[in-house]
């Protein structure tokens, strides 16, 4: 699916900072709301050193009204017997009965949980920000309006207010933990996966993502997960675009003979990126002007990277990929990508006399047997009286777990890697192609 349609991520190129807050407190509404194993998760935290919960729960019988709302006034918070004071930050949550600057007005409170007579007021910052002050006068003002402000402190209000510190990691953790188990029972929320997304695509930190030095070679989909985190940091800090897709993680590629850079894992951990010189025509023309030639080598962190190529033959009808030829150089009788054999043969070909031509020029320049790895003629062919050909090129690099070990030391740490990526996009730019 593209990422784009992420629930909760705005259609929009505006840097929206100050909306942000309201953007990560309205998902979390939802997510609550329509994922309640999710929902029960984050009660049980809350409420897990009171009988509160027991309270609630305990009775199948039990008549329990939940509601919650966002961006709601204190003045319209009313009928409760307990609130929980609840701080959403990376900054930990201060002395709240120590706070002084009492101010008496209607505060819009971020979000609030009512479950029967027991209220809970979310205050959401998007960063490090202490929110204690803020969430003070808020209950001051649900609980106080009408009296003197200076009433509101722990020996006249501390046996119905509890504050309670839920920094946005703690919360991820549950989120992340909860979609895992749904993902288990093939049950996943889409509301709670799209929340995930967009607080990853925030900042990476909040997730319980370990460094690449925590992890084993063969955990494979933890280190994809601090790839794609690396990824993401990139394409907010530069001109570079992630790829907008599920089925593949990369970054865009802004040259006219190849469109996008691939990052895969392998079973022992090592990371390749991928690029398809020449995957369409049109790519071709600018590969093609002469005869391409590829570097051989890349300079790494210092030292000389191998660069791997193979060639790809690419069909296509109505713009879908439905088969191709893989081969390397060992494969060849004879030169084949040649700027002539391009602007003869690339291009859309009907059955026919041009199909044979092709056919003609492969048993000339192919030592395999071409037409089974292909499936040339049969099935993969059948019903079709036209297709779209290319000459292109996977071209990649391997980088060894153990060096992605070293660039990656600390959790709340990419900057080696964001580095080490953009250095590599940069190379692949203007060193990969020779002529």
């Known amino acids: 699916m593209n990422s784009h349609l992420n629930i909760f991520k705005s259609y929009t190129n505006t840097n929206r900072t100050y909306q942000l807050e309201n953007d990560l407190t309205r998902a979390l509404a939802i997510s609550l709301q329509e994922d309640s194993l999710f929902f029960h998760e984050v009660l049980k935290v809350i409420l897990k050193s009171t009988n ?30 307990h609130i929980f004071a609840i701080s959403l930050s990376d900054s930990e949550i201060g002395d709240f009965w120590e706070q002084h600057n009492n101010k008496n007005y209607d505060p819009i409170c971020d979000l609030v949980i009512q479950i029967n007579n027991i209220i809970m007021v979310f205050e959401a910052k998007r960063d490090n920000v202490n929110c204690t002050a803020q969430l003070y006068n808020q209950i001051l003002n649900i609980t106080n309006t009408e009296n003197d402000p200076q009433d509101f402190n722990k020996t006249n209000y501390g046996s119905i207010v509890t504050p309670f510190d839920f920094n946005w990691s703690r919360l991820i953790a549950i989120a992340v933990k909860v979609s895992s188990f749904e993902k288990t029972m093939n049950s996943q929320n889409r509301f709670l996966s799209d929340f995930i997304s967009l607080v990853k695509q925030h900042n990476f930190r909040w997730l319980p993502e370990p460094s690449i030095s925590a992890l084993h070679p063969g955990n494979k989909p933890a280190i994809l997960r601090r790839i794609e985190s690396t990824i993401e940091e990139v394409a907010k800090t530069t001109d570079i675009s992630k790829l907008n897709y599920n089925d593949r993680l990369g970054l865009e590629f802004y040259r006219p003979w190849a469109k996008e850079i691939l990052f895969s894992i392998n079973n022992e951990g090592n990371l390749y990126l991928n690029i398809y010189p020449g995957n369409t025509k049109g790519q071709g023309y600018s590969l093609f002007k002469n005869n391409p030639k590829f570097n051989d080598k890349l300079t790494i962190l210092g030292s000389k990277c191998l660069i791997h190529y193979n060639y790809h033959i690419k069909f296509t009808s109505f713009q879908k990929y439905f088969q191709g030829l893989w081969f390397s150089e060992t494969d060849l009788k004879k030169p084949l990508y040649t700027k002539e054999n391009f602007n003869i043969f690339t291009g859309r070909k009907k059955r026919g006399n041009q199909w044979e031509q092709i056919a003609s020029l492969f048993d000339e320049s192919l030592n395999f047997d071409w037409r089974k790895q292909c499936d040339w003629g049969n099935s993969s062919f059948n019903g079709k009286n036209q297709f779209d050909i290319s000459f292109g ?31 590599r996009h940069k190379s692949f730019s203007n060193e990969l192609l020779l002529s």
């Open 52 to 81: 509160f919960y027991n309270q609630l729960f305990e009775s199948l019988e039990s008549e329990t009204y939940i509601n919650i709302n966002i961006q709601k006034r204190a003045s319209q918070i009313s009928n409760f017997d």
């Open 393 to 423: 090129y996977e071209v990649y690099i391997m980088i060894p777990f153990q060096t992605l070990k070293e660039l990656d030391q600390k959790q709340s740490d990419l900057t080696y890697l964001i580095h080490f990526v953009k250095e």
